[in-house]
C-alpha cells in the first residue's frame, strides 16, 4: 500500500503556536502520548474520505491513530466494520492490525486543540494539508464529513461558497470532479449520548456514502 504523502499532514508541524504549547503542555503531563499531529489512517487511494474536526485528548492525541482511543470512535469503527469497511469493530492502537477497505479517516486539524475547540486560524493554518488530501479524492468518490466544523473546512478547501452547501445531517452535495460530499453529526459522546446521533441514523447516512460506489455496498 501506498504511503501517507507528507503534503497531507506534518509530523513536526508547530504553525500553530496555541496548539503546539498546549501538546507540550500535555506531554509533561503524559509522556507515553502522541502528542503531535495525527496522521490520516487508511487507504492512500481510497473513495471514501471521512473527515473528522480533531484529534481527542485520550484519543487520537494518546494512541496516534484518528478515532481511536475514545469514546468518538467506538460508533465509527463499529458502523464501519458492519460495512465491511473496517476489518475489526474497535480500533485499540496505532500498532493492531485493523485495515481499512477503500476508506480513509482524516481530521480538519490534525492537533490537539485546547478544549476540544480549534479557533477559525488553527482551522484555516491546517486547512492547506486538508486540500491536498482532497484532491486525491477519485472521481465517484465520497467525502464524508463528521460535524459542522468539519465540513466547513471541507469547503474552504474545495474553495466552496459555505452558504451554497449548508451543514445538515445526512445533507448530500455533488462537488467538483465527479465527486460527492455526505454529511452527518459528529459520532462524539455527547451526541450519541443524547440521541441526536443514535446508531441506526450513522449506519444511514454511512449506508448513504458507501451505496456512491457498489463494491463497499
Known amino acids: 500500500m501506498k504511503q501517507i504523502p507528507n503534503s497531507w499532514y506534518d509530523s513536526n508541524c508547530k504553525q500553530c503556536p496555541r496548539l503546539a504549547q498546549h501538546l507540550e503542555s500535555i506531554s509533561a503531563i503524559h509522556p507515553s502520548y502522541h502528542c503531535r499531529p495525527v496522521p490520516p489512517f487508511g487507504d492512500p487511494i481510497a473513495r471514501l474520505l471521512i473527515v473528522g474536526l480533531a484529534p481527542g485528548l485520550h484519543g487520537a492525541n494518546a494512541t496516534g491513530r484518528a478515532f481511536t482511543g475514545d469514546h468518538a470512535g467506538i460508533l465509527l469503527y463499529e458502523t464501519l466494520h458492519t460495512l465491511g ?49 482532497l484532491k486525491a479524492v477519485p472521481p465517484g468518490g465520497v467525502i464524508m464529513a463528521l460535524g459542522r466544523i468539519a465540513h466547513q473546512a471541507i469547503a474552504k478547501a474545495l474553495s466552496l461558497n459555505q452558504t451554497d452547501i449548508p451543514f445538515a445531517h445526512g445533507a448530500e452535495y455533488p462537488l467538483p470532479g465527479q465527486r460527492s460530499l455526505i454529511s452527518s453529526y459528529h459520532c462524539s459522546r455527547y451526541n450519541t449520548q ?4 443514535t446508531k441506526a441514523m450513522f449506519l444511514e447516512v454511512m449506508r448513504k456514502a458507501t451505496a456512491i460506489f457498489s463494491d463497499l455496498v
Do not use: F, H, W
Not at 443524547?194 to 446521533?197: I, Y
Open 85 to 133: 469497511i473496517a476489518s475489526a469493530s474497535q480500533s485499540i492502537s496505532a500498532l493492531d492490525n485493523m485495515t481499512l477497505n477503500n476508506c480513509r479517516i482524516t481530521n480538519a486539524v490534525k492537533c490537539l486543540p485546547p478544549q476540544n475547540k480549534p479557533i477559525g486560524a488553527e482551522i484555516s493554518t491546517c486547512n492547506i494539508y486538508l486540500a491536498s488530501e
Open 194 to 197: 443524547t440521541g441526536r446521533l
